[in-house]
């Protein structure tokens, strides 16, 4: 019996020991905070930071950068483009209702096809139709605080007046941000969604800049469709509309940006469209 209890003294020593190394000895890993959503606070905001502002837009949420650069050259680079507005605007081919060059830049965010640089037009079209979205829509939706940005980041990078004014106040929540995050329940929905008609002809979208998808299970199969969503310099595609598709012309992030289930209808609707 002495022995039974020495053994069980023992063991809840043991036990107890273990606990407490657990508990204080071993590093403790904490989570990190989640990371919380960028409010824009104009009220407090000087005209230095309103451009910097523009700049981180125009790099990233905007994804600009993805055509308008000096390496795809996919798109005009827009270095001078508060410049050069106005001679734009006096272009016999200008179909637009701007007045100044902040106009301008604004229309051309908004309304892309009121005037299309010479050799940038959807093929066919004999440059009166522009394959770049409307701005405020899809996946990159910005609001007006933020298109207000970037225009003071252009005219302030082709070294012309900025003339734009900050907003006063915060932009009001729209309902379109509620649902850019709602699950979609169609592969139209989602296409919608993630933006993917700005590139591709998908859906009854008509983009002109990434391959054409309407046909792709043909000849593709479920594997490499997947993969190009999740990875897409994976397995780049020799030819796009514009020219030969290169690395980093796609966005890395999609997968970020919809769940397993919505991947996977997206995936099937592709292998589907033959």
């Known amino acids: 019996m002495k022995t039974f209890l020495k053994v069980v003294a023992f063991s809840v020593v043991v036990i107890l020991f273990y606990a407490f190394y657990a508990s204080y000895g071993i590093p403790q890993i904490k989570p990190e905070a989640p990371p919380q959503e960028e409010k824009l606070d104009l009220g407090s905001m000087t005209m230095y930071q309103f451009i910097a502002l523009g700049d981180k837009i125009f790099n990233g949420k ?46 051309s965010m908004l309304e892309p096809s009121a005037f299309v640089v010479a050799g940038f037009g959807v093929k066919g079209t004999n440059d009166t139709e522009s394959p770049m979205p409307n701005v405020a829509t899809g996946a990159i939706g910005l609001n007006e605080a933020e298109i207000d940005a970037v225009i003071a ?50 859906a009854g979208q008509v983009g002109a800049l990434g391959p054409d998808l309407t046909k792709v299970g043909a000849v593709r199969k479920e594997d ?39 991947l996977e209808m997206l995936v099937k609707f592709m292998v589907n469209s033959k």
């Open 224 to 262: 490499y469709l997947r993969r190009s969503v999740l990875d897409p310099d994976a397995d780049i595609a020799k030819q796009c509309p514009t020219g030969p598709c290169a690395a980093g012309m796609m966005p890395k992030d999609y997968k970020d940006k919809m769940t397993a289930g919505e």
């Open 153 to 202: 980041y252009l005219q302030k990078k082709a070294g012309t007046e900025v003339t734009v004014k900050i907003p006063v106040g915060a932009p009001a929540k729209e309902e379109k941000a509620e649902a850019a995050t709602a699950i979609a329940k169609t592969p139209d929905e989602l296409v919608a969604k993630l933006g993917c008609g700005a590139c591709h002809k998908i």
């Open 62 to 107: 905007g994804t600009c950068t993805l055509c308008h650069n000096p390496v795809g050259g996919r798109a005009p680079v827009l270095d001078s483009v508060a410049s050069i507005a106005l001679e734009h605007m006096k272009d016999a081919r200008y179909k637009g209702k701007a007045k100044t060059a902040e106009e301008y830049i604004r229309e």
